[in-house]
């Protein structure tokens, strides 16, 4: 017995020596590879300890883990000298991945997408200075192609080099690493559900699909996802059609019947487009003095709808435009105004040029710019004038992107007075630009003073004095405030001279934010738990301090919904949820049109309403259900909530997200039209 032991002990030492000895050989001469896993890995895990903080989740290691591996592993299907170049390759697009997203998620709050590239040149022509897209941490994952260099380095002086394979030895190797790569992929797929692959197909929840399955399944699934619509409307249209009559047989978009139906039909109406104004700058106050005095004025002295929501997706402006327009939500890959101009879609311009409004929209940016030259056309707009062609251009009132609010609106007053004069009805959208990112440009001509100003005891001399801290100098959301305040004068001015000029008597004026203007939450942290006394941020222990959490920023990225007439016949906060999509239905329901395709609702006609964002995320005056992560908060502490509630409504927005997205990709309401007619044709003939 004892010498079995004996043996048995013999033999498991013979194994542990030879395992490490076999360990040590394989790294000695794997060494460029290994690096190359470990750093390609090792960056995917920091990825989303930097984004989605869930970096030691199992499935995503296995993941990023199997798919490294298996990149790596074809490197032994070149000769040893050209191994480097392989794996250097891929270490600078798995490290290109990893920052880009890093950067993108600092700023957007989602991962970046192959689908953005056509859109790339407008996304990056919006002034947004490098240093505020790029952080330092985002630098941390260049160290992958470093360590590999000085590795490489460290070896050209040793025989690693010379020590060549041969083909059968390098077969071996790299069956080998590819075996662990499909053990790891093994054990990832065990942890994968039926709801993971379904989201993985959509891929529109996109920070899910990277807590589930790692960065880079994400991107090149995201490649695939990318391509699909130039491929998809050849596959796949029967499905969609079928789904389009299903959603609407179940949710039928009615035309709605209340107090405020026709109440404003044949009344000329001027949108503004309000750029990136959100609600709580209403609010706001800066040493007691309102921050935007003209907004808040005309949201009280009209219908004010302060619980809504832009449901704009990465087309920003273009996209808000669209849903506004359309009732439809955005594309969910691309964007509409970029990607899918050329469909058919029901719109404000084309049913109020049926009762033979003339329409058109102003905009002081180049002409091209999101595609609105084309675009706008689509959309049913008779003229776009834009500052390409229409406006005339000091270069002193040049700011960012084009002409400044202020000018831009004196200019549009002109044109509009000559609209009224050639159209009994007309029909205007005037799209802002100077409270635009990176928000700079119009200290020197607006007055706002934004320190903090406040009165202590000097506790040396007794004696009282003034403290004034400039604790909003040099930051973005310093620099909002301020180009906000600008806007809000130019707008107080447009509305005094459209009054001056007679342009108010027969009109509605309807305002809009048309999306939050995507400020760190680290900023309002700051902001909202600022403390004077030290001038920085309360400490996270002080009694006083109150995080500023992910559920309170996605809530304040509400932005201001106005319909207003100078007679202030119709006063009123209306505090039930609602969304862009929303407009059409309420506005068109007092200016008399309707769509049939519109998946909003009219306010004033529906009971729950329900507002679903691009990336499944969804709210009602009950909760914020953020679909990602799969956990909402309760917006009502009395409402009960129950399994069924969050799943019917999950559900509801995942088919809402996807009808909207196959009519446009399937250019469904003018194909379903077509066959309507083609129906009718038959009925008749
Ligand atoms: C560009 C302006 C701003 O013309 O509408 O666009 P955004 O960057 O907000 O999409
Ligand atoms: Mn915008």
Not at 122 to 146: C, H, M, R, W
Not at 375 to 385: C, V
Request: aromatic share 16%; net charge negative.
């Amino acid at each position: 017995m004892k010498d079995k032991l004996k043996k048995a002990g013999h033999i498991a030492k013979d194994f542990i020596k030879k395992f490490a000895k076999g360990t040590k050989h394989y790294f000695k001469h794997n060494a460029l590879f290994i690096t190359f896993v470990l750093t390609a890995f090792i960056e995917a895990c920091m990825l989303r300890f930097f984004t989605v903080k869930n970096f030691t989740a199992i499935s995503p290691l296995f993941s990023d883990f199997a798919v490294v591996l298996f990149v790596g592993s074809f490197a032994y299907f070149f000769k040893q000298k050209n191994r480097y170049k392989y794996l250097m390759t891929w270490s600078i697009i798995f490290t290109l991945v990893c920052l880009i997203n890093s950067a993108y998620y600092s700023n957007y709050v989602s991962f970046t997408s192959f689908s953005l590239l056509a859109t790339s040149l407008q996304i990056f022509g919006v002034g947004d200075a490098l240093n505020t897209i790029i952080e330092i941490k985002d630098f941390s994952y260049i160290l992958g192609p470093v360590i590999l260099t000085l590795v490489h380095l460290k070896l050209k002086n040793t025989s690693y080099y010379d020590n060549i394979k041969t083909k059968k030895k390098a077969r071996t190797t790299f069956l080998k690493a590819l075996l662990i790569s499909a053990i790891s992929l093994g054990f990832f797929m065990s942890t994968v559900t039926g709801t993971d692959i379904s989201r993985l197909y959509k891929q529109w929840n996109r920070e899910y699909v990277v807590m589930k399955f790692g960065v880079y399944v994400y991107q090149a699934n995201d490649l695939i996802a990318s391509l699909k619509p130039q491929i998809s409307p050849l596959f796949g249209y029967d499905k969609a059609a079928k789904q389009f009559r299903e959603y609407y047989e179940e949710y039928p978009s009615e035309k709605s019947d209340n107090e405020y139906t026709n109440k404003y039909k044949g009344k000329n109406v001027i949108v503004i487009h309000a750029e990136s104004i959100q609600n709580f700058l209403l609010d706001t106050e800066i040493n007691g003095k309102p921050l935007t005095p003209n907004l808040k004025k005309l949201s009280e002295e009209g219908l004010y709808f302060s619980n809504f929501y832009a449901q704009e997706s990465v087309g920003t402006s273009s996209d808000s435009e669209f849903t506004f327009n359309t009732s439809l939500l955005p594309a969910s890959n691309g964007t509409v105004f970029v990607s899918y101009w050329d469909r058919d879609y029901l719109s404000i311009p084309k049913l109020l040029k049926q009762q033979d409004y003339y329409t058109f929209s102003m905009h002081a940016n180049k002409g091209n710019f999101w595609n609105r030259e084309v675009m706008h056309k689509q959309l049913g707009y008779d003229k776009f004038y834009n500052y390409t062609v229409d406006y005339t251009i000091n270069d002193e009132d040049i700011i960012g992107l084009g002409l400044n609010d202020k000018s831009f609106f004196k200019q549009s007053t002109e044109k509009i007075k000559k609209i009224n004069e050639e159209h009994k009805n007309w029909y205007g959208v005037l799209l802002m630009l100077t409270n635009h990112t990176p928000f700079t440009g119009v200290e020197d001509t607006t007055d706002i003073d934004l320190t903090y100003k406040y009165t202590k005891v000097n506790e040396e001399t007794g004696e009282t004095e003034e403290v004034i801290n400039d604790y909003l100098k040099d930051t973005t959301l310093g620099n909002y405030f301020t180009t906000a305040h600008y806007a809000d004068e130019a707008l107080g001015e447009f509305v005094n001279e459209l009054d001056e000029a007679g342009l108010l008597d027969n009109t509605i004026l309807v305002i809009y934010g048309d999306h939050d203007a995507k400020i760190k939450r680290s900023e309002y942290n700051r902001y909202y738990n600022y403390d004077p006394e030290t001038d920085s941020k309360l400490d996270s222990d002080d009694p006083n301090y109150k995080e500023f959490t992910k559920y309170d920023y996605e809530l304040n990225r509400s932005v201001p919904f106005i319909i207003w007439t100078k007679d202030n016949q119709e006063k009123k906060e209306i505090k039930e949820v609602m969304g862009m999509y929303d407009v059409l239905p309420t506005l068109g329901n007092m200016l008399g049109i309707y769509s049939p395709y519109a998946l909003g609702h009219d306010i004033f006609s529906i009971e729950n309403n329900f507002v679903v964002f691009p990336n499944g995320n969804w709210i009602t005056d009950k909760m914020y259900y953020d679909s990602q992560s799969d956990e909402g908060i309760l917006l009502d502490d009395k409402a009960v909530i129950s399994a069924d509630y969050i799943d019917s409504y999950t559900t509801r927005a995942e088919k809402e997200v996807e009808v909207s997205n196959d009519i446009i990709v399937h250019d469904l309401i003018k194909k379903t039209k077509e066959s309507n007619d083609v129906l009718k044709e038959n009925k008749n003939g």
